[in-house]
């Protein structure tokens, strides 16, 4: 039969969407379901509420069944083409009147045309359903087409990889393993590498590397990161694979296409006598049995590496024996299981001598390595710039996208170059100090000097030291009498002391208070209102006062209230919690205020009211003196009650001090009171919370002590975890 000459064909992609349209349909069915049934549930809940903030989505966290793309695809890919592990069936495919490119172009764009189908259906309801529950929920739209062009590059990588796997096995069981090798293996072997690596040498910054080639550049490999947690501190995040850099659709993309090209050649050229065998030949079959067995030997070696490094080898030779016979048993299972015929065995035992040599090599590979970056230690005279991924002298460098303000600092000082001598001078000495103590005492002096110090007289810094020929990202410890120096060159930087005073822009209708008691009265407007009021204080204020304030957040005793918004940085979304002070910011902390107390006033009527009635309602009091320049400071008075209201007396008692007439000013005492009744208390709801200023008499009053349980931390001790205690110790050391 004459072939036709295209190299594509509507026909055959029409009669490949069409095979497809069971798994197509089931997943259309659960994407849409997912787009309308999540935004409804959320605008429900918060309906209930009368106090509700409206609930700001990215577009993968309104929709998350519209992953079911990425199963979809591969499963299309083993339907669409299982033809090829079938003798019969691969003979009647290849006797068509169509070229094998035709073919393969045909049916591959079929199953790409469903991933298109499911991507635009799912992102059109979400659309739809949001608008109607614009109200309580809103979409960031600009999230939709990053969402779904990542989810098409993942989609388009497995398609690509499944099409190689299928082209050079012919069973479904190998189809699936190699496919799952190549997708995954390159990425798990240098992610186990590297990690092992940092392990070893605890002075290394950013295990995950940096450049076009890294790790977090594999959205595929990044989101299987992110499920399973393979890493930490790494930067990867749900955010960074579905709101990636332009860099990481680009790699991905080209990944894929590579994979398919690949897949186009290999299925040319291959054989229907292929079908129904794990392999094509016999060397591909020692190949592929020699790669499964390296998946497990890979993490031998890196862990094998990291005992060596630590000088521990002596104590777990017999644990590795025993995990190489476990490798070799699965050499040889892997033979037994594709051929099923054991005199097999006998011919693939001299691949075990491959499988030892290229352990050694990986071994020795990674002992040079270390060389090599324990050699890394420029003079001050060849660092152009460096950078302070961590400014506050704790080696903590969050990764989440959920930011306080020295978090938000910390992002923003990596892109600042610092070219102060000082500052270069020291972070030259001090690299080449901790590499020397690394050098003489290994791993035990290192953590010895930096870790396990009670005094905290060293403090941490992520540094990136930017030379002519690399980049490098080191963990320096720093003596904390020398952070000073470090500390005002930063602070002469003009970029750093902008970072400082110029939160960054939040998207709209995104700002929100922070969870406490008497915030949920006020809206978003007001808290952008409110925003901008701290925003041009940031402007005026004393530099020190503020570098102090947010350094000191965890203990300072000024704290007010939140402001929490959304923004964007290198096209991924960020909340920034910016903390109000009342000490930093006084016109934003009166501001607060007053717009407490206007929208708290019906209630504070009511309250009054119910004082005075019978109705059995239920009370807590929280009352707490005031800041550290008042005579209360650290006390704190607790009480609560169940009972109709006028025979409280803990409450009655609070009364006589509360001050009902006039907003709340900065530094005195106050009560936070909730109220709740089974039968109601207002036609908002079941309940209703406060903030209202007391007089500081109220913990002299010997009666306080009789119906309130009352505690004076600045006697008795502040109770804090270890965590803020660290913390603390550690700003401490830097200031």
């Known amino acids: 039969m004459k072939q036709k000459k295209t190299h594509f ?57 519209l992953l079911v793309v990425l199963l979809a695809a591969p499963l299309m890919t083993l339907m669409l083409f299982h033809f090829l592990d079938n003798r019969a069936a691969s003979d009647l495919y290849h006797a068509l009147p169509h070229k094998r490119i035709t073919l393969y172009l045909s049916y591959a764009g079929a199953v790409l045309l469903w991933v298109v189908l499911l991507l635009v259906l799912g992102t059109l309801t979400s659309v739809i359903t949001c608008g109607f529950t614009h109200k309580y929920i809103t979409l960031l739209t600009d999230s939709l087409l990053p969402f779904a062009a990542s989810l098409f590059c993942m989609s388009f990588l497995l398609v690509a990889g499944m099409l190689v796997s299928m082209s050079v096995t012919g069973t479904v069981f190998t189809n699936v393993l190699f496919a799952g090798i190549l997708l995954f293996l390159p990425r798990l072997c240098v992610l186990g590498l590297q990690s092992s690596m940092a392990n070893a040498l605890p002075f290394l910054s950013d295990s995950a590397g940096t450049g076009f080639f890294r790790n977090a550049n594999n959205l595929l490999f990044s989101g299987v990161n992110v499920v399973f ?37 290999l299925f040319r050229r291959r054989r229907s006598e292929a079908a129904g065998q794990s392999a094509p030949s016999r060397l591909l079959q020692h190949i592929y049995r020699i790669v499964v067995t390296m998946v497990i030997c890979i993490f031998i070696v890196c862990a094998m590496f990291s005992e060596m490094t630590n000088g521990t080898m002596r104590d777990e030779w017999f644990v590795f024996l025993v995990l190489y016979l476990v490798a070799a048993l699965v050499y040889f299972a892997y033979e037994l299981i594709t051929t099923k015929k054991w ?64 978090d938000y600092i910390n992002l923003m000082s990596r892109d600042i170059a610092i070219t102060d001598p000082t500052a270069v001078t020291l972070v030259s000495y001090y690299l080449d100090e901790n590499l020397k103590t690394w050098e003489e005492g290994g791993n035990d002096a290192y953590q010895s000097k930096y ?18 020929d690399q980049t490098l990202r080191r963990l320096i410890y720093v003596p904390a009498s020398e952070t000073e120096k470090l500390l005002n060159a930063l602070q002469t930087n003009a970029d750093y002391v902008d970072a400082w005073r110029n939160p960054p822009q939040e998207l709209e209708s995104t700002a929100t208070f922070g969870d406490q008691m008497g915030a949920c009265y006020l809206s978003t407007e007001q808290a952008e209102e409110l925003l901008q009021t701290y925003r041009e204080e940031l402007q005026s204020a004393d530099f020190e006062t503020l570098y102090q304030t947010v350094q000191n957040g965890t203990t300072d005793d000024t704290w007010v209230s939140d ?102 000013q900065a530094g005195e005492s106050y009560v936070e009171l909730y109220l709740w009744s089974e039968d109601g208390l207002t036609d908002r709801g079941n309940a209703i919370d406060l903030q209202i200023p007391i007089k500081d008499s109220f913990f002299d009053d010997p009666k306080t002590e009789n119906l309130f349980d009352v505690e004076n931390y600045n006697e008795d001790g502040y109770d804090v975890s270890d965590a803020e205690l660290d913390d603390y110790d550690a700003v401490e050391a830097v200031g």
């Open 9 to 65: 064909s509507l026909r055959l992609l029409w009669e490949g969407f069409q095979q497809c349209k069971m798994i197509g349909i089931f997943s259309a069915v659960i994407v849409v379901l997912g787009a309308v049934l999540e935004p409804v549930a959320q605008a429900i809940s918060l309906g209930g509420s009368p106090y509700y903030t409206k609930v700001v989505y990215e577009a993968w966290g309104i929709n998350v069944t």
């Open 229 to 265: 947690s393979m890493s930490e501190n790494d930067g990867t995040s749900v955010e960074t694979v579905f709101s990636p850099s332009w860099q990481a659709y680009l790699y991905t993309f080209l990944l894929g296409l590579l994979y398919f090209v690949i897949a186009a050649f």
């Open 343 to 406: 005199r097999n065995l006998l011919t693939a035992l001299p691949g075990l001598g491959i499988v030892a040599l290229l352990n050694v090599g990986i071994l020795l590979g990674m002992h040079a390595v270390e060389k090599h970056i324990v050699a890394q230690r420029p003079a001050m005279q060849e660092i152009e710039s460096v950078s302070f991924c961590s400014t506050d002298g704790t080696d903590y460098i969050s990764g989440s996208s959920y930011l306080n303000y020295r």
């Open 451 to 468: 870790y396990t110090e009670s005094d905290y007289s060293y403090c941490a810094y992520h540094v990136i030291i930017r030379t002519k």
């Open 563 to 664: 402001i929490d918004y959304t923004f964007r940085k290198n096209g991924r979304s960020y909340t920034l919690d910016c903390a109000i002070y009342q000490n930093l910011t006084p016109e934003t902390t009166k501001k607060f205020y007053e717009m407490l107390y206007a929208a708290q006033k019906d209630d504070l009527a009511l309250l009054s009211e119910l004082t005075k009635s019978e109705k059995n309602v239920s009370v807590n009091m929280n009352a707490y003196g005031g800041s550290s320049d008042s005579a209360y400071s650290g006390y704190y008075a607790y009480a609560s009650d169940s009972q109709p209201l006028n025979q409280s007396e803990s409450l009655q008692l609070l009364m006589q001090y509360a001050i009902l007439d006039r907003p709340m």
